[in-house]
């Protein structure tokens, strides 16, 4: 994996990242997932054309990385940190990565994380984590990953439009609208490529705009793709005492607080019944 111009390549090709998020669940086991239902993901990603996968927002399971070594896809491993609920008491999302003391537990978990999976061959990107802002235990993190392992650059999202960035070498926005990472790509100052961490979110009806997206990705130096947010529909099955079945989530088990409906955004259901958006 190196990195160029505005471009990341993979043996020697310049690569276009058609990725998807994805969180480990299962119906039935909740956050336990067997062997049968990682090959099962893989192989529909790849039915529906996705050659990338974000492992959101932790290391997976050890098993996960060797089929995905072995069936063909792409992987981001990311580091199991975020912290963006300071923001709901009103500090900044990198209050504790800006805290000494706070350093060596944030560096633990990207040290573990890299040396668990280093010899993977589709890992092509570290990710420092998720919605954790920027400090200087992401610059500690940042640099010590460069040094233990000089073979693959390093993704963030929370600070990657800030040029020169110390934490990232790929520009990874959220959400960003097609003509902006289109404008970013093509600033002549900008040296890093665009790849979008997250965008379409899958969440009722939506993942319209993917022509557009693709449109771009495909004729713009520079852009090279993203992972669309998510993957699967995070409901548990259950019944009700009639017999019927049904995914429950965010509150159906009298649990508060909760976040509703935001764990049902995948592009397919719990049982892996893609959802008609994967069409496109």
């Given at each position: 994996?190196?990195?160029?111009?505005?471009?990341?390549?993979?043996?020697?090709?310049?690569?276009?990242?058609a990725g998807v998020?994805?969180h480990?669940?299962?119906e039935h086991k909740g956050k336990v997932?067997?062997?049968?239902?990682?090959?099962?993901?893989i192989?529909?990603?790849?039915?529906y054309?996705?050659?990338?996968v974000?492992?959101?927002?932790?290391p997976?399971?050890?098993?996960?990385?060797?089929?995905c070594?072995?069936?063909?896809?792409?992987?981001?491993?990311?580091?199991?940190?975020?912290?963006?609920g300071f923001?709901?008491?009103?500090?900044?999302c990198?209050?504790?990565?800006n805290?000494?003391?706070?350093q060596g537990?944030y560096?633990?978990?990207?040290?573990?994380?890299v040396?668990r999976?280093?010899n993977?061959?589709?890992?092509?990107l570290?990710s420092?984590?998720n919605?954790?802002?920027?400090?200087?235990?992401?610059?500690?993190?940042y640099?010590w990953t460069?040094?233990?392992?000089?073979?693959?650059?390093?993704?963030y999202?929370?600070?990657?439009?800030?040029?020169?960035s110390?934490?990232?070498?790929?520009v990874?926005p959220?959400?960003?609208?097609?003509?902006?990472?289109s404008?970013?790509?093509?600033d002549k100052?900008?040296?890093?490529?665009?790849?979008?961490?997250?965008?379409?979110?899958?969440?009722?009806?939506?993942?319209g705009?993917?022509k557009?997206y693709w449109?771009?990705?495909?004729?713009?130096?520079?852009?090279?793709?993203?992972f669309?947010?998510?993957?699967?529909?995070?409901?548990?099955?259950?019944?009700?005492?009639?017999g019927?079945?049904?995914?429950?989530?965010?509150?159906?088990?009298?649990?508060y607080p909760?976040?509703?409906?935001f764990?049902?955004?995948?592009?397919?259901?719990?049982d892996?019944?893609?959802?008609?958006?994967?069409e496109e």
């Amino acid at each position: 994996v190196q990195m160029g111009f505005k471009k990341l390549t993979v043996n020697d090709a310049i690569i276009t990242v058609a990725g998807v998020n994805r969180h480990e669940h299962c119906e039935h086991k909740g956050k336990v997932v067997s062997e049968e239902s990682m090959v099962e993901d893989i192989l529909l990603m790849k039915r529906y054309n996705f050659n990338a996968v974000r492992c959101s927002h932790y290391p997976n399971h050890h098993r996960f990385y060797d089929l995905c070594d072995e069936l063909g896809l792409y992987v981001v491993d990311e580091a199991n940190i975020e912290t963006h609920g300071f923001q709901s008491v009103g500090l900044p999302c990198a209050y504790l990565a800006n805290k000494s003391e706070w350093q060596g537990a944030y560096l633990d978990r990207m040290v573990r994380m890299v040396e668990r999976t280093k010899n993977h061959s589709s890992i092509i990107l570290w990710s420092l984590g998720n919605e954790a802002g920027a400090g200087a235990a992401h610059q500690a993190m940042y640099k010590w990953t460069k040094t233990r392992d000089p073979s693959r650059p390093i993704q963030y999202e929370s600070c990657s439009r800030l040029m020169n960035s110390p934490v990232t070498d790929v520009v990874a926005p959220m959400y960003a609208p097609v003509s902006v990472v289109s404008e970013w790509a093509k600033d002549k100052s900008e040296t890093r490529p665009v790849i979008l961490c997250e965008y379409q979110h899958a969440m009722g009806n939506s993942n319209g705009g993917l022509k557009e997206y693709w449109e771009a990705f495909r004729t713009i130096k520079g852009l090279q793709g993203g992972f669309i947010w998510d993957w699967v529909d995070q409901g548990l099955l259950t019944q009700t005492e009639d017999g019927t079945k049904y995914w429950a989530y965010g509150g159906d088990f009298g649990d508060y607080p909760n976040d509703e409906q935001f764990c049902i955004n995948g592009l397919v259901w719990p049982d892996r019944t893609p959802h008609p958006g994967m069409e496109e």
